[in-house]
Structure formats: C-alpha cells, structure tokens
C-alpha cells in the first residue's frame, strides 16, 4: 500500500488544476502520480474532497 499524502498536498494539486495547470503537469510538479492527481481532480468536479479510508474493512 502507498503512502497517506497530505491534505495540504491534495488541495494544491487542486488550486494548480484549477488554475489551468494539467493533471500530469500538477502531478510532476508536486511529486505525487499521475493516476492520484487524476483521481483527485476527479473527485473533486463531483465534491468528494476528503480522502477515502485506507484499509480493509473490519471483520464482524
């Protein structure tokens, strides 16, 4: 499993895409994969900002 990034880092991925950066660009620039930038860009445009959990679900 990957390493948790930032909160800060997710949201200037962000403000970069929004300002017209692309996602690979944003992605090279602050050092995260490109797939991430992209999920996270995505997530956005449909308001999911916060993270998803990592981990498996708990067993009962």
Known sequence: ???A???DLRSRVLKASDEG???R???A???VGVS???RWIAR???GELAPRPQGRR???
Do not use: D
């Open 25 to 27: 660009q944003a992605a």
């Open 29 to 31: 620039r602050f050092g």
């Open 21 to 23: 950066m692309s996602a």
């Open 58 to 60: 708990r067993a009962s």
């Open 36 to 38: 991430s930038a992209i």
């Open 5 to 7: 990034l930032s909160g």
């Open 1 to 3: 499993m990957g390493r």
């Open 44 to 46: 956005a445009k449909i």
